[in-house]
């Protein structure tokens, strides 16, 4: 069974072929990129720096990689992002952490529109279970405060699969899935709230992890579903098998 025990342990996943490792600037260990946060170091028409979580890939400039932990971010900050640029890095590691979690955040949001944009996103409890039984769902992602829809049978079967992300709770699922109505009193209508969906597409299920994995790493909400050690994308009819 997928369990809590391993929640915390970092996904040692094997390089894909045809990807590239790339070096933890923290830790030192090479990884699949997919693991690892890309640091980009832009610099002001005036010479002053900024560090830039590139949430998204492929943003122009020195790029430098990190696990998204406490520790690999600390030890980045004094020694490795300093070295990999050849330049002093003023940077406090816990305002890092909190801007690498907002973009991989907004990121995470994104992606889940466009998802549900493109329709490879369902939600709603008859939904999820469906494409869970018909084995569409790649992935689900449940709301931590949506106990009744975790003990679903088809809902712990993905988690015991480690294809469950605990996200947020009901009303920031629902935001994220661009549910929510704001009420002419400007509250916010918890009606909308969303306990589960499933993601059917495998890329986007891939874009959605990694995305997961970033923000949450280094925030302080508790991971408590594993991700599979096997990261790597197949198609949903392989996944099903
Ligand atoms: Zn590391």
């Known amino acids: 069974m997928a369990t809590v025990k391993n929640a915390r342990r970092r996904p040692q996943a094997e390089v894909p072929e045809g990807e590239s490792a790339r070096t933890c600037v923290g830790c030192g260990a090479r990884v699949s990129p997919h693991d690892l946060v890309r640091l980009v170091l832009a610099e002001a028409p005036d010479g002053t720096t900024t560090v830039v979580p590139d949430a998204k890939g492929g943003s122009f400039g020195h790029g430098a990689h990190v696990h998204p932990s406490p520790e690999c971010l600390q030890v980045a900050v004094r020694k490795g992002l300093p070295r990999a640029w050849k ?3 003023k940077i406090d590691p816990a305002v890092l952490a909190r801007d690498i979690v907002a973009a991989y955040s907004r990121r995470l949001e994104g992606l889940l529109l466009g998802g549900i944009r493109g329709g490879l996103v369902v939600f709603g409890g008859d939904a999820v279970a469906e494409a869970c039984t018909n084995g569409e769902a790649v992935l689900l992602l449940v709301a931590a ?40 009193d400007g509250t916010k209508d918890e009606r909308d709230g969303v306990a589960v969906c499933a993601l059917t597409n495998v890329a986007l299920a891939t874009a959605v992890r990694r995305a997961w994995l970033c923000a949450v790493g280094l925030s302080t909400t508790a991971v408590s579903v594993t991700s ?11 996944a099903e098998a």
Do not use: I, N, Q
């Open 87 to 89: 330049r002093e890095v």
């Open 145 to 184: 405060d949506a106990a009744a829809a975790a003990r679903r049978s088809v809902v712990v079967k993905m988690t015991e699969a480690g294809k469950t992300l605990v996200y947020g709770d009901k009303r920031g699922l629902a935001r994220a899935l661009g549910r929510t109505t704001t009420g002419a």
């Open 228 to 238: 599979p050690a096997d990261g790597s994308p197949r198609s949903p009819s392989e």
